[in-house]
């Protein structure tokens, strides 16, 4: 039977293993010819992507072969098996390949393609050592090939600068191709951009070239991009004074400049709606300051638009009132309201003279008007990350714990839909009493320990004896997801180790984290999501976040994630104006930023693990490798 090919993303980096074996050729390997028969066949079914079918080829082929025909047979069947989710297999082909006066061509394939199979096994620190083998004999695909993977693997070790190199590097072996070229310096930006490991500029080592170092301080120039875009132009001019060749400059910089002119470009009035009065008036002060906070840098060079503020209230037809009332004083854009009811409000209306950005969403079967995008922080989207980070780390079986509240009911809904979605089976899910002390009781029958405890006292019934005895967990489980806030997180987390589950990953979103409380190592070991403006340390939302910390310090700590949600509602209203749609995602405070086509935002986040109580910045997703369905770390016993 057929395996299931690997994902498009990562078998577009795979060139043909019969292409590869073609070019392999020098002078000291032997002289190829054009396939025939059998070789052929494989050679079609690698092209319709039947990867399967065509490793069973080469397999019959390298059966009846000798010597290094022998070989390049087991090498491109075990090449296909890869790319059919069959790792296994390909490590058992590699393990018949005799190694012996193997020219350099095939023996590079050989480790090129054990890296692979560590790669997607998550394995990125074993993939890295099968990835030192020379270049120079290598043709230039499969050197680009090479390079290609090796910076996909330091880039899952957050290792920037070396993957900047490996990518620099692998332009000088595609060629006079401008597409692939171009595809490889949107690579480079990605890289750059969307990395999360500060890079100090000024202690790079001398052999970095010229070229690596221009990527990274262009880079560093657009982290500011959405904190400060008027002074971005300057910026780059200063930048290309000192990299006037640089290869950015051919397409990646005209972009930044276009995008700059659309970020500084706004309307000339701005109503926000916020709830002023009522029980959110803490919440919409900090959304107005955060706002305030992008709107007073714009106004430095005095270009700024008029901004008035209306309060909202807490229900549908205080937010339709509003927003009447900014309408006929002459608005042009609307930033508001903030609570689901007021934006349902707001809706309801239908025709929306105004365009409106709202700071929440509509529930799902309420139809979207033109000329209302939603943005907002809901823990839901967080919870269905965490499911696509958990799928993309292929760990497809778990089990969820979440308080006994319909915020819980939310998150754990919006998880485990995701979670099946994309194949992953949630085995179990339990509740808790938020604020507890004790939570033995659901722990025990998440882990079914409970059954197990139960099992031991009706044997020890029949038998009529005491028994030495200690539950035993299930062992079917690969994760834990967690909603919990740090107070109970706090005291989970230790009683899941005292369950037996020290070794089950935890995985949980943002409110497991409280910026600015004394770090607690009983939360080691959680991995969770959340924005720029929280974790990073250095770079714009880091310091963005400080001076708006200094100036509100009563209403940050409780609010903080709404400052910058008024931060990035502030910068995106250019980009929304006029029906405009912003079609490349932009990074801001609050996650790496996108469209969908029915006007909703929706944001990227960033990942860390507590480690010594503190959150530790992991690689975004996008950096990660893409595991395979039956990949293994190593060859088998």
Known sequence: ?????????????????????LLAGCAIAPSRQTPQGKAAEAAQLQQADRFADAAQIYASLAATARGQQRNEYLVSAAEDWWQANQGQQAWKLLGQVHKQNLYPALSARIELLKANLDFTAQHPHAALKHLHFPLAPLPDALKARTLLLRARVHAALNDTVAAVEDLSERESFLGNNSTVIHANHRRI?????????????????????????????????TRNIWQQPQNLLQQIKAW??????????????????????????????????LPFSGPYQSAADAIRDGLLTAYFQLAKDGNAPIVTLYDSGGTAA???AAYQKAVAAGADMVVGPLLKDAVGGIAALGSLPVPVLALNTLATNQPVPSNLYQFGLPPTDEAAQ??????????????????????????????????????????????????????????????????SQYREEQLAAFLGTHLQFEPRRRQDIQFIFLAARPGDAKLIRPQLRFYHAISVPVYSISQVYQPGEPADTDLDG???????????????????????????????????????????????????????????????????????????????LDWATFNGGVPEL???MSLMPVPSVAAAPGPPP
């Open 1 to 21: 039977m057929q395996g299931k090919p690997l994902p498009a993303s990562v078998r577009r980096f795979c060139l043909p293993a019969l292409l590869l074996g």
């Open 189 to 221: 930006w990605r890289l750059v951009t969307q990395s999360r490991t500060p890079v100090n500029l000024l202690t790079l080592p001398k052999t970095v070239s010229a070229t690596v170092r221009g990527w990274l301080v262009l880079g560093d120039i």
């Open 240 to 273: 290309q004074a000192d990299y006037p060749n640089h290869p950015a400059n051919q397409d990646i910089v005209p972009e930044l400049i276009a995008k700059q002119k659309e970020l500084v470009t706004y309307p000339a009035h701005i109503a926000v709606l």
């Open 318 to 320: 205080s937010a339709q």
């Open 386 to 451: 965490v499911a696509d980070r958990l799928m993309a780390q292929g760990l497809t079986r778990g089990v969820a714990l979440v308080p006994q509240s319909n915020w819980g009911t939310r998150v754990l809904n919006a998880f485990s839909a995701r979670f099946t979605q994309l194949g992953g089976t949630l085995l179990g899910a339990q509740t808790y009493q938020a604020a507890a002390s004790d939570y033995s009781v659901p722990i025990m029958r998440l882990l079914n320990l409970d059954q």
């Open 526 to 604: 959680i991995t969770f999501d959340d924005m720029p403006w929280t974790l990073e340390s250095s770079g714009a939302a880091a310091d963005t976040s400080k001076k708006v910390a200094a100036l509100w310090p009563n209403n940050f700590h409780a609010n903080g994630r709404l400052y910058a949600l008024g931060f990035d509602a502030w910068r995106l209203v250019p980009l929304l104006y006029k029906g405009r749609n912003f079609t490349a995602p932009v990074q801001g405070m609050t996650g790496l930023l996108s469209m969908d086509s029915a006007g909703r935002i929706h944001r990227q």
């Open 618 to 620: 992991l690689a975004p």
